[in-house]
């Protein structure tokens, strides 16, 4: 069956863009979780959706990032006004219930802001 | 005490040999300890968990050893394969948690 994809794989945005980075889980799963990671540097969480109900977003560096996952299954993360400090991958990942389970991780976005 | 901490950050084993990978915790309330492999241009893949009741878990080639009261685990991987050349991170979460702390990530290298 289909994996995790995440739209667009690439993206370039020049500094204050606002952009839009896309997730399509698993079918059927339940928890949704974002992930930015770094260069050189493992996942670092940034937010978790059960369903579309945003459960923890303890993680998103600033009130610029802002996640939705209004059906249950498809999630966006918004970032606007971008910094160069946003450039990173940014990973989806799902698994079918959530805690302590198996996650699934898309290919990631690539993000550089120049 | 939610970090992660992995080493070495990059490791060279010949073909045939045994790559090995350490982590370190630090809060006693993690209770899943998943291993996973990223290779360039992909997300990460689960590789292989356990959990603090066992002391060792074996899959394949893979074998992750777990210390609770040292509060280490590691993973062995045996007659490491050039295919084997990947990015492997040790991370750990809570039951009742949403988060998974990621450590750092080591960079394997095998050699044919």
């Known amino acids: 069956g289909a994996g995790v994809s995440q739209s667009p794989r690439y993206k370039v945005a020049k500094r204050g863009q606002d952009v839009a980075l896309r997730c399509d889980p698993i079918s059927g799963h339940v928890s949704l979780f974002w992930y930015q990671q770094a260069l050189g540097q493992g996942p670092e969480f940034l937010t978790y959706f059960q369903n579309e109900a945003q459960l923890d977003k303890s993680g998103l560096p600033s009130d610029r990032f802002f996640a939705e996952r209004p059906e249950g299954s498809v999630s966006t993360l918004k970032i606007q006004r971008t910094q160069q400090e946003d450039s990173a991958v940014y990973l989806c990942?799902?698994?079918?219930?959530?805690?302590?389970?198996?996650?699934?991780f898309g290919p990631g976005t690539r993000l550089l802001v120049l | 005490q939610q970090q992660v901490k992995q080493s070495p950050q990059s490791l060279i084993v010949q073909k045939g040999g045994i790559s090995i990978i350490n982590c370190a915790y630090e809060?006693?309330?993690?209770?899943?300890f998943p291993w996973y492999q990223q290779f360039p241009g992909k997300g990460p893949a689960l590789l292989i968990a356990?959990?603090?009741?066992?002391s060792e878990k074996k899959e394949g080639r893979f074998t992750i050893s777990f210390n609770k009261s040292a509060k280490q685990f590691s993973l062995h991987i045996m007659d490491s394969q050039p295919g084997d050349s990947a990015t492997y991170f040790c991370?750990?979460?809570?039951?009742?948690?949403?988060?998974?702390?990621f450590g750092a990530g080591t960079r394997l290298f095998v050699k044919a």
């Open positions: 356990i959990r603090p009741d066992v």
């Open positions: 990942a799902s698994s079918l219930s959530g805690r302590g389970e198996t996650q699934y």
């Open positions: 809060n006693t309330a993690f209770d899943y």
């Open positions: 991370a750990a979460s809570m039951t009742g948690g949403f988060k998974t702390i």
